[in-house]
């Protein structure tokens, strides 16, 4: 049975977000910052919401790790982690739920904020949950053999629990790891090799001013310290991350010669900003650059409840400091560019309007719940000298809809129709392939979705064929539109 899609997610509100990013870009980022190339769509999820952003490199994409806010929530109400990935930092794929607080027995409530690190061909997620028993939060691990799960949880029980919440880890290059977290204190302890034990007793990090910075207003919090730590070591410095000063929060760090201290208070790396009293930072290389991955409220509806997750480029200054870093709607720049003659997961996003995700019969995820006008948004897609045909697994209970194919915007250049017949069945899926003509260079790539009233069309995937485009009638040189659009394919 279909469920339909909650009303703050509606076509009503993605049209909503599209004019409020535009706003965004013009409030936030002076004309000369926009570059030609393609660039994030910030939020970088816009079909749920998301928070505490945790990226990781692996076998050359960016793995990024997320709680979901729920529609609606006025107090955290998360019950689930999240994870999406990327190659070129603009077109994220979505990956669904690998870990929910009921992946463990022992927890109530609250899927907050945690980290993915990879181990001896395994990953180990840290979050903060909390526990059934005591009704205060602990921190669980769980683990796979894949970034993007299934996860389960490898102990049965805490790592460790003491009321505090927001883990991250950290691997020296001598092979030990660290594990960080608190509020309103700050610990640590050092893991074992296996990733799911320690040595020792968790030891307090001391908060002070002079590695921390000066809080005021607070008797009980005379430093800026708030929660979420990210630390990790570049060129010798070891760097600590984190939300400072409730609130509203800003993002600050402080730096050390070594994973435990002394650490020394730097400033200030994001402002206080963008329509949420929290954030939480996360820092990673990919391909060369340096992307700080942070949260807002620009969704519609967004709040400190409802958050979404942002990503900017940035680059370190000659002396390991960290330049301040503001929200913006542009984002990061495409690394490289999208091949359309390999198979896309119809999953795989840079913006969206009114589309839902959820699991597939096939396996992985399909994107669903598509209405009349409906799209995805694909960057930077390189068709070279042009395909000639393009092809999509589909399903549908109803006959009569249609995926256009069109450039530069959703109402842009129609190069491809494939209609979608009646499959029998949301999950019951079929490939059809249609013409294409027109789709050269690198262009963003629209799928629109059209029919006729409620859902229209399930789609799990697609590609591209290279070759000589289609031979059409009509006039040389129109629009497809113009020389009388394409025909249907039966699958």
């Known amino acids: 049975m279909r469920r339909r899609p909650q009303p703050t997610r509606t076509r009503l509100t993605r049209a909503v977000a599209w004019a409020a990013s535009l706003l965004l870009a013009f409030v936030l980022a002076p004309a000369a910052v926009y570059p030609t190339e393609a660039r994030a769509d910030n939020p970088i999820v816009q079909h749920v919401y998301t928070a505490d952003p945790a990226p990781l490199v692996h076998d050359g994409r960016v793995y990024l790790y997320t709680g979901h806010d729920e529609d609606n929530s006025t107090n955290y109400t998360m019950k689930e982690w999240r994870v999406w990935s990327s190659a070129d930092m603009v077109n994220w794929t979505d990956h669904g739920s690998p870990l929910s607080v009921a992946s463990f027995s022992w927890a109530s409530a609250n899927a907050w904020a945690g980290q993915v690190v990879g181990r001896n061909g395994k990953f180990y997620w840290y979050v903060p949950t909390t526990e059934r028993a005591t009704g205060r939060m602990a921190i669980g691990v769980a683990v796979s053999d894949s970034p993007t799960g299934p996860f389960r949880d490898a102990l049965g029980h805490p790592l460790v629990g003491n009321g505090e919440i927001d883990p991250t880890v950290f691997i020296d290059d001598d092979g030990q790891a660290y594990l ?99 954030n939480h930072p996360g820092i990673v290389d990919f391909k060369g650059n340096s992307y ?32 301040t870093i503001n929200m913006t709607s542009t984002g990061a720049p495409q690394v490289g560019t999208l091949d359309p003659y390999i198979r896309q997961e119809a999953e795989t996003i840079a913006w969206e309007s009114g589309i839902e995700t959820e699991p597939s019969s096939e396996g992985g995820r399909n994107v669903g719940y598509t209405e009349n006008g409906d799209y995805i948004k694909v960057k930077g897609v390189a068709f070279g000298a042009g395909p000639s045909s393009f092809t999509a697994r589909v399903a549908s209970a109803t006959g009569g809809s249609a995926i256009e194919l069109r450039l530069g ?41 059209v029919g006729g009233s409620g859902y229209l069309v399930n789609a799990d995937w697609w590609r591209f064929t290279a070759g000589a485009p289609t031979a059409l009638p009509g006039r040389p040189g129109g629009s497809p539109r113009e020389r009388g659009g394409f025909p249907r394919l039966a699958p």
């Open 180 to 278: 960080y977290w608190g509020n309103p204190n700050l610990w640590y302890v050092r893991l074992n090799a296996d990733m799911i034990s320690y040595s020792g007793s968790p030891a307090k990090i001391p908060l002070t001013t002079a590695g921390f910075g000066t809080r005021t207003g607070d008797p009980n919090r005379p430093t800026l310290f708030e929660e979420g730590p990210w630390v990790y070591k570049r060129g010798g410095l070891y760097y600590i991350v984190y939300a400072a000063k409730c609130c509203s929060e800003f993002i600050a760090y402080s730096t050390a010669p070594g994973p435990t201290g002394p650490w020394t208070y730097r400033g200030t790396i994001m402002p206080t900003q963008g329509s949420s009293f929290t």
């Open 292 to 323: 700080f991955f942070y949260h807002n409220g620009a969704l519609p509806g967004g709040s400190g409840y409802t958050r979404s997750v942002g990503v900017e480029k940035f680059s370190y200054n000659p002396d390991g400091t960290i330049p």
């Open 409 to 449: 915007g959703p109402n842009g250049t129609v190069v491809g129709r494939c209609g979608v017949p009646n499959t029998g069945g949301w999950q019951t899926w079929t490939t059809v392939s249609c013409p294409v003509g027109g789709a050269t260079g690198t262009q963003d790539l629209y799928l629109r979705f």
